[in-house]
């Protein structure tokens, strides 16, 4: 499967953005799908998954209440809702997927190339 994000941007502190994950094929409902981000100079981390069907999410803590991942498998598509962005949430967010629902970097087969959100204060 092939992934393309797009969405990314800058935004202020406060603000909200919205990610996008296009998927190619047509067995893209058989894919766990996750978000994950890589601040600058720092190792890439999760951020949010959600399950084939999409019936379940995980979440980091340091986005739970702010972030939600969902899913549209008509569309093949993964989308990120960010609200209440800090600067602190500023990286290249990365969609991948992965057999099930995951949260490691390692479960994750296939990776889309990357969006950088730029969080200003």
């Known amino acids: 499967v092939q992934l393309q994000a797009s969405g990314g941007g800058l935004v202020q502190a406060g603000g909200s953005l919205g990610l996008s994950c296009a998927a190619s094929?047509?067995?893209?409902?058989?894919?766990?799908m996750g978000w994950f981000r890589q601040p600058p100079g720092k190792e890439r981390e999760f951020v949010a998954a959600?399950?084939?069907?999409?019936?379940?999410?995980y979440y980091a803590d340091s986005v739970k209440g702010r972030f939600t991942i969902s899913r549209d498998n008509a569309k093949n598509t993964v989308y990120l809702q960010m609200n209440s962005l800090k600067p602190e949430d500023t990286a290249v967010y990365y969609c991948?997927?992965?057999?099930?629902?995951?949260?490691?970097?390692?479960?994750?087969?296939?990776w889309g190339q990357g969006t950088l959100v730029t969080v200003s204060s």
């Open positions: 991948a997927a992965a057999g099930s629902l995951a949260i490691t970097t390692t479960q994750y087969a296939y």
């Open positions: 094929g047509r067995t893209f409902s058989s894919y766990g």
């Open positions: 959600i399950s084939r069907g999409g019936g379940s999410t």
